[in-house]
């Protein structure tokens, strides 16, 4: 059973940095693509961030430029490094893992908490 676990969320000042990492029980070798999404209230889920297994990355326009996804096949962990936050980054944000045919993938981590206060 593929399990994927977020970490690393909280409340950050505006301007400032979180890490998250989702942590897979599995090998994320099996999964062609690993991506970030949020969701925040009253809003629909959305894209933030993807990576392949050949490391090609895909950025929501309004965080490119400031977050990094990066994975670990090693630590079968992928992360998400968020710099320069602002108040509109507030979300819960959700780990996704899938084929090359999902979009998004069809395993869902339960989701961590980012605050960005201003």
């Known amino acids: 059973q593929v399990q994927l676990v977020e970490s690393g969320g909280g409340l950050v000042q505006a301007g400032g940095s979180l890490r998250l990492s989702c942590a897979a029980s599995v090998s994320i070798s099996s999964f062609y693509n690993m991506g970030w999404y949020r969701q925040a209230p009253g809003k629909q889920r959305e894209l933030v961030a993807s990576?392949?297994?050949?490391?090609?990355?895909n950025y929501q326009s309004s965080v490119r430029g400031r977050f990094t996804i990066s994975r670990d096949n090693a630590k079968n962990t992928v992360y998400l490094q968020m710099n320069s936050l602002k108040p509109e980054d507030t979300a819960v944000y959700y780990c996704?893992?899938?084929?090359?045919?999902?979009?998004?993938?069809?395993?869902w981590g339960q989701g961590t908490q980012v605050t960005v206060s201003s």
């Open positions: 996704n893992a899938g084929s090359l045919l999902e979009n998004p993938g069809r395993y």
């Open positions: 990576i392949t297994i050949g490391g090609i990355t």
